[in-house]
């Protein structure tokens, strides 16, 4: 799914500014799906373009001018049509993964360093990953549900894995240069 339609999904709850649009990425499919402003206001642009946003600029003193937008007609029929589309296979793109893939081009210190690392970051994320779920689940609906304990599940089985594999990685020589 792209930028366009989860910007339509998001206004379909209610008008948004594109502050308020980044923060809907950030805190609710952050983990799985997040855009930047970079990403946000042009598909913004696009959406207007197309028919399927309005925008309405709310003028402010002391500080810029707001502007909020709403989904049209339009916009809710196209969304409806692509959340129908087919399911398409999730594209992974890790860091962390590409790094381990190429650890055994480190040191034995070096490789330890890594592990260590991916396994203290895959920890934070699952700590702030409970937080703001904790925060933010009396709003939830059992879908927005699911994807957020989806996304828990997700990093304690990562976790889980890292550490049942971590002992045996350490164990192969590193490269020799």
């Given at each position: 799914?792209?930028?366009?339609?989860?910007?339509?999904?998001?206004?379909?709850?209610?008008?948004?500014?594109?502050?308020?649009i980044?923060?809907?990425?950030t805190?609710?499919?952050?983990f799985?799906?997040?855009?930047?402003f970079?990403?946000?206001?042009?598909?913004?642009?696009?959406?207007?373009e197309?028919?399927?946003?309005?925008?309405?600029?709310?003028?402010?003193?002391?500080?810029?001018?707001?502007i909020?937008?709403?989904?049209?007609?339009?916009?809710?029929?196209?969304f409806?049509?692509?959340?129908?589309?087919?399911?398409?296979p999730?594209?992974?793109?890790?860091?962390?993964?590409?790094?381990?893939?190429?650890?055994?081009?480190?040191?034995?210190?070096?490789?330890k360093?890594?592990?260590?690392?991916?396994?203290?970051?895959?920890?934070?994320?699952?700590?702030?990953?409970?937080?703001?779920?904790?925060?933010?689940?009396?709003?939830?609906?059992?879908?927005?549900?699911f994807?957020?304990?989806y996304?828990?599940h997700?990093?304690?089985?990562?976790?889980?894995?890292?550490?049942?594999?971590?002992t045996?990685?350490?164990?192969?020589?590193?490269?020799?240069?």
């Amino acid at each position: 799914m792209d930028v366009k339609t989860i910007i339509l999904g998001f206004l379909s709850y209610g008008e948004m500014s594109g502050y308020d649009i980044k923060q809907a990425f950030t805190n609710s499919i952050g983990f799985f799906y997040d855009a930047s402003f970079g990403a946000i206001y042009p598909a913004l642009r696009k959406l207007e373009e197309e028919g399927f946003v309005t925008k309405q600029e709310i003028i402010q003193s002391g500080k810029p001018n707001k502007i909020l937008y709403r989904i049209t007609e339009a916009g809710k029929q196209s969304f409806r049509q692509e959340i129908q589309t087919p399911i398409l296979p999730p594209v992974l793109r890790s860091d962390m993964l590409v790094k381990i893939f190429f650890g055994k081009s480190r040191t034995i210190d070096e490789q330890k360093d890594l592990l260590e690392g991916c396994l203290d970051t895959q920890r934070q994320l699952l700590q702030q990953s409970k937080a703001s779920y904790k925060k933010l689940e009396v709003n939830f609906d059992e879908y927005q549900r699911f994807c957020w304990e989806y996304t828990i599940h997700h990093l304690e089985s990562t976790i889980s894995f890292m550490e049942q594999k971590m002992t045996s990685l350490m164990k192969q020589p590193a490269y020799s240069v």
